[in-house]
């Protein structure tokens, strides 16, 4: 690593602080996935700034921060087998693998789903899988699962993924309507049913029903 790049890291992860994100497990994952490795073209340079980025398919690469508090909220343990929907750019299953035994991701853009996985490869991340699939349904083959994460905003908790929570499991989810705030919420399944605790505003892409275009 060159100093540049010793200097780059120390402010990302300085920023990561500022904004709440203190689990050692976090910040170690997030120190471990190189974010410019995800963003490709015109915004690669900006790729260690704390903030959301265009991907190609029209979507978005979450911020940093954010990715940070959502795993931070998600307390993923080294046994846990992960769902997460809404691949886009990879970054956010590429930190969950350094925390979880595997994690399943769904993406309904092909063209996303094959870069991802080109990615993954890229950096050695095995126990990965990026599904080509609407993750509105949930993963019913690998169901079912300790913790599930959307990345994308739904107007409810989508019901087959709380199905597929194990009893004790954790989801979290943006919820509200797109283009409005959405508050992101940690549902925890009970023996009994769900509680649901609401942790802060965000802004997430719309998650959308049926295949994308490319
Ligand atoms: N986690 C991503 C950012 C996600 S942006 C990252 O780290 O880069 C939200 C993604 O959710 C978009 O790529 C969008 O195509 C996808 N998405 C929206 N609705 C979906 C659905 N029903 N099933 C699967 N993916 C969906």
Do not use: W
């Not at 409810?156 to 943006?174: F, H, Q, R, S």
């Amino acid at each position: 690593m060159t100093d540049a790049d010793a200097e780059r890291q120390m402010q990302f992860l300085f920023s990561l602080r500022q904004r709440g994100v203190m689990d050692a497990r976090v910040l170690n994952a997030m120190e471990k996935v190189d974010r410019g490795a995800f963003v490709k073209g015109l915004f690669a340079e900006r790729a260690y700034e704390d903030m959301p980025l265009p991907i190609p398919c029209g979507q978005t690469i979450s911020q940093p921060s954010v990715v940070g508090l959502m795993t931070q909220a998600l307390n993923v343990q080294p046994r846990d087998k992960v769902l997460e929907i809404g691949t886009g750019s990879g970054y956010q299953a590429a930190v969950l693998s350094h925390l979880a035994r595997r994690v399943y991701t769904v993406e309904r853009h092909k063209r996303l789903v094959t870069e991802a996985s080109a990615a993954f490869e890229a950096l050695g991340l095995t126990n990965i899988t990026a599904l080509a699939a609407d993750g509105s349904r949930g993963y019913p083959e690998q169901a079912p699962f300790d913790r599930i994460l959307v990345t994308a905003a739904a107007e409810d908790p989508p019901g087959p993924l709380l199905a597929e929570l194990k009893t004790n499991g954790i989801m979290v989810v943006p919820v509200g309507q797109s283009d409005t705030v959405q508050t992101l919420i940690k549902v925890t399944r009970t023996e009994t049913g769900y509680d649901y605790e609401e942790l802060r505003p965000v802004r997430f892409v719309p998650l959308v029903e049926g295949m994308g275009q490319e």
